[in-house]
């Protein structure tokens, strides 16, 4: 193997403001994930791939399929759907959950249960979107599943719509917070309603349950969450000078430490950590020395952008280098994977990206094979 000197990662470093000794930030929550809304960069990760009760954060994929259907066009705002006595009475006035007090037997606006759904937690108004857009809630579940799967939220597991404790419905914080950024891209007309700080129904005003809008500057969203089994959490996300960044944690053990930590996380997204941008899409970060080719050595350039983030602290002793099987043998095919740049450090989890042939390299005429057999012949193959 040979490494070589990313010299124009380092040089990108040299342009990084010094770290400060401040204390690298540590979540009170015991599951807890901060990331980059634009990159999809993990910032900060406190056990956020472990499987928890999501509460009413899971409502985030409810939405995600009611949104789904607007776009389509099967569904619009004046669609109505009748509220079912099973849903009034598991979901609705007669139970103690978060409800819209929706009326037996009404028909209901698809608007207005959605900002039900959105604004106050409703569960009745998830339940009966569910069933007017799948016919059942199991059918609308098996929805949400198969949507989880195909954006890649592998530790999502869901039993009904609402986020009430059940022992198999569980999701990673690090899947929620990347399910409101799929949701924040996608529909940015539907998130706006996450902002929205009460919603009136039936003569009846209820707010927002989120602790952060008017609390902290930017904060757009976007759903919090409490069942005895997940404690209370919050998916947040707020905007500053035109930078994302989102949220998720659970498992605090009042309202108000869920306040406290939310405005912590948030502020840490923005003052503790950055993204450092390293290459463009494209970009040669390295020559690597071809055997027996038409040229001496081949470009290795990147794919996509690399990027990554740092924390307070996490730039001392960082350092990248290329590293690729030496010498590669002719012919390469332009866009053949050849190496990998790693990224590691004291204080930074290891990360390599792969690198790849920028140009296609023929291999050397006969005479120039021949000479380098004769190379190995005498020089015992050295």
Not at 299 to 328: C, K
Request: positive net charge.
């Amino acid at each position: 193997m040979k490494a070589l000197g990313a010299l124009g990662f380092l040089a990108a470093l040299s342009m990084v403001a010094p770290a400060s000794a401040q204390t690298a930030f540590e979540s009170a929550a015991p599951n807890a994930v901060i990331l980059d809304a634009q990159t999809g960069i993990t910032l900060y990760c406190r056990e956020c791939d472990a499987p928890v009760a999501p509460a009413s954060m899971s409502k985030l994929m409810t939405m995600l399929i009611v949104a789904e259907e607007l776009q389509s066009g099967r569904i619009n705002e004046n669609t109505e759907f009748v509220v079912s006595e099973r849903v009034w009475r598991a979901h609705g006035a007669m139970s103690d959950n978060s409800h819209m007090f929706l009326a037996v037997n009404s028909r209901v606006r698809v608007g207005d249960l959605v900002r039900g759904a959105i604004i106050v937690s409703a569960n009745d108004a998830c339940v009966v979107l569910a069933e007017g857009i799948a016919g059942s809630e199991d059918a609308f579940v098996a929805r949400m599943n198969r949507r989880a799967r195909e954006l890649g939220l592998r530790t999502a597991r869901f039993r009904n719509v609402t986020g009430l404790d059940d022992p198999d419905q569980v999701i990673s914080v690090r899947d929620l917070a990347r399910l409101a950024r799929h949701m924040i891209a996608a529909y940015p007309d539907l998130y706006r309603l996450y902002s929205q700080r009460d919603f009136t129904y039936n003569n009846r005003t209820q707010p927002n349950r989120n602790p952060l809008l008017g609390a902290f500057e930017g904060a757009d969203g976007v759903k919090t969450g409490h069942t005895a089994a997940s404690g209370y959490g919050l998916i947040g996300s707020a905007v500053r000078d035109g930078q994302r960044r989102i949220v998720a944690f659970r498992g605090m053990a009042t309202m108000a430490a869920r306040a406290t930590e939310a405005e912590r996380l948030l502020r840490a997204a923005f003052y503790d950590f950055q993204i450092q941008s390293l290459y463009p899409a494209n970009a040669e970060v390295a020559q690597a020395d071809v055997w027996l080719g038409g040229r001496a050595t081949v470009p290795l350039v990147t794919r996509a952008p690399i990027a990554i983030g740092l924390g307070v602290g996490q730039r001392e002793g960082l350092s990248a280098r290329v590293v690729y099987q030496r010498p590669i043998p002719a012919p390469i095919a332009e866009g053949d994977e050849l190496g990998r740049l790693v990224i590691e450090g004291p204080h930074f989890a290891r990360r390599e990206y792969p690198l790849y042939a920028g140009r296609r390299i023929g291999r050397a005429n006969w005479f120039a094979r021949a000479w380098a057999g004769l190379g190995d012949l005498f020089g015992g193959g050295q």
